[in-house]
């Protein structure tokens, strides 16, 4: 009885897949993320924002058609690895776009096989400034570091007149490092010292112990978010910076919602400039994190990376439906340039047509602790709309 109820299942499923194999059509998405290392959580972030997000957006997809995730580990920063792996994400896999990226050095190396092989690329994480000019199929839902820095130094000078800078020693470390420096001496205030730590970095007691004897007004920090960061803000505690009366401020790498907790209060009191904060007071935003921890847990909170995940999964179903699930590479990245809403999480967003990247507001975030749990408050909306000023700086100097 139960042997020939088992074999009708089965024969049932055969038929069912059999009927489906004929008119349907699977969109095949490789991902290349970040699964393991220091910075392992933005692989957990970025897979669950499009998980969640095709789940809930799975009836509006044209008839028959599916969506394949599929993942691949980089570790980090490795760009041999990441563009192997994207190599054979394309030609073992044969898949119909890419995404994912976390590390700059990594989408540097993805950007001529995503040329050659003609494949849209969704970044949702990597955000040098360059790295979007580095592929015609390249479309970046995430952030740029010159977004957050250039205003990040306007705002800091007005009331902090000295700064000592840290930046990890790669590329966006780099642009922080500039578009900060650019507004901030410009609007008055000085740089005393600039620290680029080595990347790999986990004990930053030396770094730190020279920025407490130079006694600035405000340290500025950019880290890649993660282990990395939490150590760098464990110590600037530890090694009395804090308590000697140095501002802590930096993009919101430093403070990601996932290691809030891990941080402790050491966090409370940290500004930051940043484009997403799951504390943020939007209905949208409301909305996004209710079903987060519908779907992951009351303690689950989503950070930057899921909500450029979401709004980049978002991009790759309005071209779905635009071309109703038969993917042209060409229109792919057309539909993609011309990509707005105003439900996304982080308020409206768009992508700049010219440049093929993310326009987005900025805000002044505070870190503190809000009804038992730490959060980074919006103060402000410090700028509506930014374009990656980098961008507009090259226009300037042709
Ligand atoms: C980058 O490599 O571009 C990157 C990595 C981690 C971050 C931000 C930027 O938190």
């Excluded at 990376?305 to 635009?322: E, L, P, R, V």
Aim: charged share 20%.
């Amino acid at each position: 009885m139960q042997k020939a109820g088992l074999r009708s299942a089965v024969a049932a499923v055969a038929v069912a897949a059999l009927t489906v194999g004929a008119s349907a059509q699977t969109i095949k998405i490789g991902v290349v993320n970040t699964f393991s290392g220091p910075q392992a959580s933005f692989g957990e972030m970025i897979d669950r924002a499009f998980r969640l997000y095709i789940k809930l957006h799975a009836d509006q997809l044209p008839p028959g058609v599916k969506i394949e995730i599929i993942n691949r580990d980089d570790g980090g920063a490795n760009p041999d690895k990441a563009r192997q792996l994207a190599q054979e994400l394309v030609v073992r896999d044969k898949v119909d776009i890419l995404s994912g990226i976390t590390f700059t050095p990594n989408a540097m190396a993805i950007a001529p096989i995503a040329t050659q092989a003609k494949i849209p690329t969704v970044l949702v994480n990597a955000g040098t400034s360059v790295v979007v000019t580095r592929s015609p199929y390249y479309v970046r839902s995430s952030f740029t570091i010159y977004q957050h820095c250039v205003p990040l130094g306007t705002w800091a000078a007005k009331t902090l007149k000295k700064t000592f800078i840290l930046v990890s020693d790669y590329a966006p470390g780099h642009d922080c490092q500039e578009a900060y420096t650019s507004s901030y001496t410009k609007a008055g205030g000085e740089i005393v010292g600039v620290i680029r730590a080595p990347v790999a970095t986990a004990d930053f007691a030396p770094f730190l112990q020279r920025v407490k004897d130079a006694k600035p007004d405000a340290m500025m920090v950019f880290l890649p978010a993660g282990r990395t960061a939490t150590a760098m803000m464990k110590g600037f505690v530890d090694l009395g910076l804090k308590s000697s009366g140095i501002k802590l401020i930096g993009t919101g790498d430093i403070v990601p919602e996932e290691e809030l907790p891990n941080i402790g209060d050491e966090a409370i009191g940290t500004i930051t400039m940043f484009h997403y904060s799951a504390a943020g007071d939007r209905p949208a935003n409301k909305a996004f994190v209710a079903a987060w921890r519908k779907e992951y847990g009351d303690k689950a909170t989503p950070n930057f990376a899921a909500a450029a995940s979401w709004d980049g999964m978002a991009m790759i179903f309005d071209a779905i439906k635009k071309q109703n699930g038969k993917l042209n590479p060409e229109k792919t990245v057309e539909i993609m340039k011309n990509f707005k809403t105003d439900q996304s999480p982080r308020g409206t967003i768009s992508i700049d047509p010219e440049t093929r990247d993310i326009v987005q507001n900025e805000y002044l975030r505070e870190t503190r602790r809000v009804g038992g749990e730490l959060v980074n408050v919006e103060i402000e909306t410090a700028s509506v709309a930014v374009k990656d000023p980098w961008q507009i700086m090259q226009k300037d100097k042709k």
